[in-house]
């Protein structure tokens, strides 16, 4: 696999499975609580341990995601977010660390930004890449050329439904890992994790030597354990949100801590294909 392919998430996640482990990705949206409140936490999250940020940016109507990111999503925008304001979010968190930040964004507030200006000025922030839920690798095409032209991670998704020949073309796209979300649904904590996913990484694994990281559902240490048994990099959403919200930066760290404690658990080897 080479630099280029495995772009800045995807050296990341691999070196910690060079360690025996699967990476810890975490989400929180910019602007929840507040502007600083969101930096702070998204710092706590990084100290805690994780090995990307996947930070969020707001949007009116975020049909993927459940009643926790959308809460958290509704108060950032009522407090006046912006994307500019995302982007210097993206500027202060590179500064702080080394720790490779993804945005994770629905299409619409790209195109309204830019394609084009957006991806110079996220480049230019410090960013690693785009995850892009609504957007296909076959409507894709503006926003390929402009991160490739800026050396950017393109992060497409996988479902249990996809089709092995739907996967393929969708991983030969992406550019630092492949994002398999677990379950059928919207975003949010569960119980337990699907058992959808293993196979689905499987698959997954079958025709791409990128890093896989699963989402959707995984929300303390002994499920990010379970994942990370099979997976390359657990990702966490809705649990960090509600722990920013409920405990603040300490809730993050907290749980930052525990989620990094359980791909510690029972290290395993990892094929870097």
């Known amino acids: 696999m080479s630099e280029l392919a495995l772009g800045n998430a995807g050296a990341a996640i691999r070196k910690a ?3 025996g482990r699967a990476a810890v990705i975490g989400y929180l949206p910019a602007g ?5 409140g969101a930096l702070d936490g998204l710092k706590a999250l990084v100290d805690g341990g994780a090995d990307v940020i996947e930070l969020g940016l707001p949007y009116s109507d975020p ?3 459940g009643v926790t990111i959308q809460r ?31 945005v994770m964004t629905y299409w619409n507030p790209i195109e309204r930004y830019g394609v084009d200006r957006f991806t110079a000025d996220f480049a230019a922030a410090g960013g690693a890449g785009l995850i892009t839920p609504d957007l ?7 926003w390929i050329a402009a991160a490739d032209k800026h050396e950017l991670d393109k992060v497409f998704l996988v479902s249990p439904s996809s089709t092995d020949e739907r996967i393929a073309m969708t991983t030969a796209n992406c550019r630092g890992f492949v994002y398999a979300t677990a379950v059928m649904g919207v975003t ?13 990484v499987a698959r997954t694994h079958a025709v791409t030597g ?25 990702i966490v959403g809705a649990a960090l949100v509600r722990a920013l919200g409920d405990n603040g930066p300490a809730g ?19 094929s870097v294909r």
């Open 72 to 102: 958290a999503t509704e108060i950032a925008l009522a407090g006046g977010l912006r994307t500019r304001d995302v982007l210097s979010t993206v500027e202060k968190l590179a500064a702080y660390s080394d720790v490779p930040v993804l």
């Open 32 to 36: 929840f609580p507040t502007y600083d």
């Open 188 to 200: 949010g904590a569960r119980d337990k994790p699907s058992d959808l996913a293993a196979p689905l």
């Open 63 to 65: 049909v993927m995601d």
């Open 136 to 142: 296909i690798p076959d409507e894709g095409a503006e």
């Open 210 to 234: 990128l890093p896989v990281g699963v989402g959707l559902g995984i929300s303390n240490g002994d499920q990010a354990a379970g994942v990370g048994a099979f997976a390359d990099a657990v």
């Open 252 to 270: 993050v760290r907290a749980l930052a801590e525990d989620l990094s404690a359980g791909v510690r658990r029972e290290p395993r080897a990892f």
């Open 17 to 19: 499975n060079d360690e």
